[in-house]
């Protein structure tokens, strides 16, 4: 299993829907923006030296509390010796040893986001409730149908389930998939100041049981495309399972 979570527009919340779906699905976290990483610089080789073959893949794997990920180094020079035609051998490598992967994706519609979505089984689009981002959500729903990689499920960031439940509606019959929303919530802050899942800080906030049905979502995708990991399951881990 390979899920891109992408949205178009910076600061919508892909990394903290990347974080939070990896430690629902227990998949490795990849951060595969080269120019801007997101996630937390790690202590030894990162995806600029994976990319240019200065490191195996599985070498460079770390941990940011119970979530296993692949941080991305931050250095122009780092970034323009990355190969990017090496990022499906990359990552294919890593779905070998862990099964379950999920890419950050770079914001924008540059040709490193379509790189991200060619190699991606399907993708988690993130997006707040402001014209810009639905906008931008739009359109990188294109690319990623230009490249035939299906959206999995839509993220309402940022939003209010009373306020923004017609939009979800909207949502869901614009792409033809689940749309949940994740609201604005102090425990997502918090997790994310701390770089943890919200389920590692505040198991019983709200935003846990989204981050689960997105996890859902994409297991459920999984299986209707005929795609099971190594032990034959694509189920996520459930929020009673904790």
């Known amino acids: 299993m390979i899920v891109a979570v992408t949205g178009g527009k910076g600061g919508v919340g892909k990394s903290t829907t990347a974080l939070n779906l990896g430690a629902e699905l227990e998949a490795v976290v990849v951060d595969g923006d080269l120019t801007a990483a997101d996630l937390p610089p790690g202590r030894g080789p990162d995806l600029h030296d994976v990319l240019a073959g200065r490191a195996e893949p599985t070498a460079a794997v770390e941990r940011i509390g119970t979530v296993r990920y692949l941080p991305c180094g931050r250095t122009l020079a780092g970034a323009r010796a990355s ?3 090496e990022l499906s051998r990359v990552v ?9 992967i999920v890419i950050d994706c770079p914001a924008g519609l540059a040709g490193d986001v379509g790189a991200v979505l060619e190699t991606a089984r399907q993708a988690v689009l993130v997006t707040t409730p402001d014209e810009a981002a639905l906008v931008d959500a739009v359109r990188t729903s294109r690319v990623a149908a230009d490249l035939e990689t ?8 940022r939003a209010d389930h009373a306020d923004h439940e017609e939009l979800a509606s909207r949502i869901e019959r ?13 425990a997502v802050d918090e997790a994310q100041s701390r770089w943890r ?10 935003a846990v049981e989204s ?8 297991s459920h995708s999984n299986r209707a495309r005929g795609h099971t990991d190594r032990t034959g399951e694509t ?3 459930s929020s009673r399972e904790r």
Request: proline fraction near 6%.
């Open 92 to 100: 294919d490598r890593l779905e070998r040893e862990y099964d379950r």
């Open 211 to 218: 981050f689960a049905a997105v996890a859902r979502a994409v």
């Open 235 to 237: 189920t996520a881990r």
């Open 83 to 85: 190969a990017l035609s």
């Open 197 to 206: 899942s919200v389920g590692e800080i505040a198991p019983d906030s709200p």
């Open 174 to 186: 614009r792409f033809g998939t689940s749309a949940t929303v994740v609201g604005e919530c102090s």
């Open 150 to 157: 299906p959206i999995a499920s839509v993220v309402l960031n």
